[in-house]
């Protein structure tokens, strides 16, 4: 496979994480979901947490050890910039996550 696809994979699994990790604050929680209680954080945290570490796993696996790390730690800007943008105005993608949560 493609390094630059799968060094997309690696961007897509790291907005997903940091989107989940934003998720699991109830300020975000509320703003996004609004009438939907407040799931587990421990199951927000943990999600997040997986698709993180996957993200670093596929980023080392296509990449190598030190340039996969690097790639995943410069990830998280652009990433992290992507999930603050969807808070502000596409929070119906963040709410379709949210519904996964919802009991």
Known sequence: MPEWLLSGVVLVLQTLGLALLALSQAGHWRQVMQQRAFPSVRALRLSALLASGLALLVGCAALGLAMGTWFWVLAQ??????????????KGWL?????CFCR
């Not at 709410?95 to 519904?99: I, N, Q, Y």
């Open 95 to 99: 709410c379709t996550l949210g519904r």
């Open 77 to 90: 800007v652009p990433c992290g910039i992507s999930v603050g943008l969807m808070l502000c105005w596409r």
